[in-house]
């Protein structure tokens, strides 16, 4: 490692470009893994608590508004990811100086968007709620929800912001330890706001955003008191055209499949808004529960990203073909180990939840229709994370809207109108389009002249 190079290094950060792949994948992703369950925790504590202490209804609220929450923020994790990946890059190719510009644009770039997000998320509620279909008996919980997450959305965006600049110069355990602060902070405010001060869905909405912003602090001060290259600080913020360019370049294509996918779910939920509060709470309950099923193929993406972004800023091709091989490795592994008990378990873990009888039986219909597909997912995951990290955002982008919103959206409607408006139908129309994606991931993939190289694995 050149002396340029050693200097942007400390016991936190890590260099990927060398050392035994396996071992760096696993040691940097369980970190963001426990992390992640920590932070699915908490939200389940809000589902349980709404569940159990409030109402059907307010289960029903607080677990259907999700496409919603990612319609809006989707853009900005997109740019987020973008601002991942320059730094990565820069950062394995011990550019110092490269690193902190990007650095200082990207906070800035998060500033002006929580705005906007912030403003957009609090007018357009009312409707999004109605585009859904929301019932009558569910929107007064959801409109309440929905208006409090979003006006303190802003301490979300700066945490995923600056967690995306740590884990892009291999730093996992700082975003993880303030995810688990955060998800205690939640847990506790959820019982005391509800339980206490009797707040109901407006009660767990404070609670969130309250143990977000104690994230983003954390962050933010993290940032600014390293000794690393990526070391924030507020008197010398400068906007830099050069770096913001290239975090758009590789952001907005992700940011606009996240957005459109998740603004096309909208729809979807009216789909199964259609059969009633009973399917909406199942389908609630299988959120939650298929949220971290999906966490540790999740965590190995992000480290495969983050190990691809390294090595393709020294230029070691081969380093990334052997990245690639034993991240889809670790994607298959952990999927297997995590499907098996929440299929056999499926109707005690809706009952966690809700315990109606008739929201069990749908909820674990539908986990057990739907848990072997995600097998699907794995195919693809790593591969759109090496696509982007090598410069091709926008292939994946088209391929993804392709598969997650058009063909998607057809289905479902020829479903329902001319085939069985049934609700397994329905539900399928998720695996149906992870199946479409992976295949033209995989063809473009060895296609594209940005990845074709690696396709030889």
């Known amino acids: 490692m050149s ?9 936190k950060s890590t260099d990927m470009t060398q050392g035994r792949i396996l071992p760096l994948l696993v040691t940097f992703a369980v970190p963001i893994l426990l992390g992640n369950i920590f932070q699915q925790l ?16 307010a289960f029903s609220a607080v677990g259907s508004v999700g496409p919603i929450i990612n319609a809006l923020i989707g853009f900005f994790l997109g740019l987020s990811s973008g601002a ?16 902190n510009k ?10 002006f968007f929580s705005v906007i997000v912030t403003a957009a998320g ?23 929800y929905l208006t409090i997450y979003f006006a303190g959305i802003s301490g979300l965006m700066l945490y995923n912001i600056g967690a995306a600049i740590l884990q892009a110069i291999g730093d996992s355990r700082s975003p993880f330890i303030f995810l688990t602060v955060s998800a205690a902070l939640n847990v506790i405010g959820d019982f005391v706001f509800v339980l206490v001060f009797d707040m109901g869905v407006a009660g767990v909405a404070w609670a969130t955003i309250i143990s977000q912003w104690v994230s983003a602090l954390l962050v933010i001060i993290t940032l600014m008191r390293t000794d690393t290259c990526v070391k924030l600080k507020l008197g010398s913020l400068r906007f830099d055209l050069d770096k913001f360019s290239m975090i758009v370049r590789i952001g907005i294509p992700a940011g606009i499949q996240m957005a459109i996918t998740s603004f096309s779910n909208i729809f979807v939920q009216s789909y199964i808004n259609y059969f009633g509060a009973d399917c909406m709470s199942g389908w609630t309950a299988y959120g939650k529960i298929d949220s971290v099923m999906l966490l540790p193929m999740r965590a190995v993406g ?21 990245g690639i091989r034993t991240a889809q490795f670790l994607s298959f592994v952990s999927l297997g180990i995590s499907m098996i008990p929440v ?8 009952a966690f939840f809700n315990p109606k009888p008739e929201v069990i039986e749908l909820g674990a219909l539908i986990i057990r229709v739907m848990s072997p597909c995600y097998f699907i997912i794995c195919v693809y995951d790593v591969l759109v994370g090496v696509m982007r990290g090598a410069g091709d955002a926008k292939t994946p982008m088209f391929i993804m809207l392709f598969s997650f919103v058009v063909f998607r959206q057809i289905y479902l409607y020829v479903m329902t109108n001319y085939i069985a408006n ?3 139908p329905v539900i399928m129309g998720y695996p149906l389009g992870w199946l479409v994606c992976a295949v033209l991931i995989v063809i473009a993939f060895r296609r594209s002249k940005y990845t074709r190289r690696y396709a030889r694995l």
Do not use: C
């Not at 569940?51 to 209804?57: A, F, I, L």
């Not at 992000?302 to 390294?310: K, L, M, N, R, S």
């Not at 299929?343 to 809706?350: E, G, I, S, T, Y």
């Open 122 to 144: 609090v007018l357009m509620t009312p409707f999004f709620l109605n585009m859904m279909k929301t019932p009558p008996e569910v929107m007064p919980e959801s409109l309440s």
């Open 102 to 111: 990007t650095v200082h644009t990207a906070i800035i770039m998060t500033a």
């Open 422 to 424: 049934e609700v397994v």
């Open 343 to 350: 299929m056999l378990f499926a109707p005690q873990l809706v």
């Open 302 to 322: 992000v480290a495969a990203t983050t190990f691809v972004g390294q090595n393709i800023g020294v230029g070691d091709d081969e380093r990334v073909k052997a």
């Open 42 to 57: 908490y939200n389940m504590v809000d589902t349980w608590v709404v569940g159990n202490y409030v109402s059907n209804e």
């Open 3 to 11: 002396i340029k190079k050693r200097t942007l290094f400390n016991q």
């Open 84 to 99: 991942g990946v320059v730094v990565s890059r820069h950062f394995g190719a011990g550019d110092e100086e490269d690193v």
